[in-house]
């Protein structure tokens, strides 16, 4: 292991943030949060790597993708520019970001991935399509799919669109390989072992008699206007294709990580159980 100072995290009270500042301390390494506001740098010094983690897909207002996804990445990078000596810097992005795509969400990923690629250290980018969590923290992506109490789940698309979920136990295991010392640098598109219909993924997290009603991609972008928890950008990446364009086992096995299949993860349990 060739990690030597603590590790800073951005986002470090999020899902991947909790657990990996939990990996890491069972390693003994010391865990310092970058904070919402505030000086950055102060966090930073004299920490060795610096895992990004914030960020929103469906930010509330007044927030938006630039503030959530682009200005929180701006400052980190400032940080770390101003602290010095900073090793290595681990991103988690979106699968196929880009700065010219249309959509808000993976533009925003896009421009945050050029900010980190020019901070000066050496810059690891993983871009993940949709994370699972495990029942005892499914994080934010398996929350929003499960049911309460065995009523209908209400999902956007017609639950044919692909995604090949991964295990975020895996995610931070990749996390912390580069905290260490012991991953590589470079940008990699990440995903399950396995790739599903959406449909597929709801039932096995839940039940395979569960009732989902989804909502077609057209009649949601119509309902945005008039919605609170609706964007435009949410829309198009959930009634999307969630999947990586690479070998995702080849990517993990770069940080010595063997991909996890979901389905041992969510055993499945009676309904109503």
Known sequence: MNASGPVAIAGADGHLGRWLAGRLGELGIEVRPIPREGDAAAAISGCVA?????????????????L????????????IAAAGGVQRVAY???????????????????????LIRSCGADATILRSPLIIGEPSRPGPTA????????????ALGDGRQLVAPIYAGDLVSMLVSVATGEGPAGTFELGG?????????IHLINHPDISV??????????????SRQLTSAL????????????????????????LTPIDTVWPQVPLGG
Do not use: C, Q, W
């Open 92 to 114: 988690v992005s979106y699968v196929g970001a880009t700065p010219s795509s249309r959509n808000a969400y993976i533009r925003s990923k896009g421009e945050a991935e050029e």
């Open 235 to 258: 829309v198009g990446v959930m009634g999307s294709d969630s999947v990586p364009i690479d070998n995702p086992r080849e990517a993990a096995a770069a940080f010595g990580v063997e």
């Open 50 to 66: 610096v895992a990004h983690l914030a960020g929103a897909l469906n930010p509330e207002k007044p927030n938006t993708y630039e």
């Open 213 to 226: 009603r989804y909502t077609p991609v057209l009649a949601a972008a119509a309902l945005v206007p008039f």
């Open 193 to 201: 072992p396995e790739t599903m219909p959406v449909d597929d993924l």
């Open 68 to 79: 959530a996804n682009v200005g929180t990445v701006r400052r980190t990078v400032e940080g």
């Open 143 to 154: 929350e929003a799919f499960l049911a309460t109490d065995n009523k209908p789940i209400r």
